[in-house]
Structure formats: structure tokens, C-alpha cells
């Protein structure tokens, strides 16, 4: 078992910046893909970033792209999300997620945590 609580999540102009922290207990952290996803009210959860074990490859959606930046502190068990010239559309809960493929799919989700709320205001 996994426990992933999130941290960070926030009011911030548009424009402005946020970093996201994920900490993780539980069964060895290093060996998970864990990554970032986002639901806007009324919109189904999406990807945001994902970051594999090692942290060797990281994927964005193209939404986010060149703004946010996601890494990972194995010896900390932690992942970040650090959130650049943020805009309203960024505006969601944010949940941190494990999994045990490399794949960032919702239906090979592992784990979930709970969420942390990012509001931007224009």
C-alpha cells in the first residue's frame, strides 16, 4: 500500500507561480511512475505530468508544456509539480498518482492522493 498526501495547492494571480509537493509512505517509492493529474469542476480527471522511476523520462500534456516542471526526490519520497505563469484554465484539484507502468493511463493508476486544491484568479 501507498499513501500519497498532496501539499501546495493555493490562490495565485494569473501569472504566478505555485509549487505542488506529494509525499509518499508506504512501499518503495523509487520503483513507481508517478505523476500529476487535474479536474476541473464538471470536466473528467486529466493528465497533467508524469515522471518515471529514476526520473529519467518525463511527459507534459500540451497544455502545460514549457510552464510546469515535475521531478521526483526518491531519497525524500516526494514528487513535485512546480507551476510557471499560471492561467485560469489551470484552475483545478490537483492529485498526485502512483503507478507500476510507465504508463500514465487513469485506468493503471495505482494509487491516488487526495488533492489539493489550485485556484488562479484572472
Known amino acids: 500500500q501507498v499513501q500519497l498526501v498532496e501539499s501546495g495547492g493555493g490562490l495565485v494571480q494569473a501569472g504566478g507561480s505555485l509549487r505542488l509537493s506529494c509525499a509518499a509512505s508506504?512501499?518503495?517509492?523509487?520503483?513507481?511512475?508517478m505523476g500529476w493529474f487535474r479536474q476541473a469542476p464538471g470536466k473528467e480527471r486529466e493528465f497533467v505530468a508524469s515522471?518515471?522511476?529514476?526520473?529519467?523520462?518525463?511527459y507534459y500534456t500540451d497544455a502545460v508544456k514549457g510552464r510546469f516542471t515535475i521531478s521526483r526526490d526518491d531519497a525524500e519520497n516526494k514528487v513535485y509539480l512546480q507551476m510557471n505563469n499560471l492561467k485560469p484554465e489551470d484552475m483545478a484539484v490537483y492529485y498526485c498518482?502512483?503507478?507500476?507502468?510507465?504508463?500514465?493511463?487513469?485506468?493503471?493508476?495505482?494509487?491516488w492522493g487526495q488533492g489539493t486544491q489550485v485556484t488562479v484568479s484572472s
Open positions: 498518482a502512483a503507478a507500476r507502468s510507465a504508463t500514465m493511463r487513469k485506468d493503471l493508476i495505482s494509487y
Open positions: 508506504g512501499r518503495p517509492f523509487s520503483t513507481y511512475t
Open positions: 515522471i518515471s522511476w529514476r526520473g529519467a523520462f518525463t
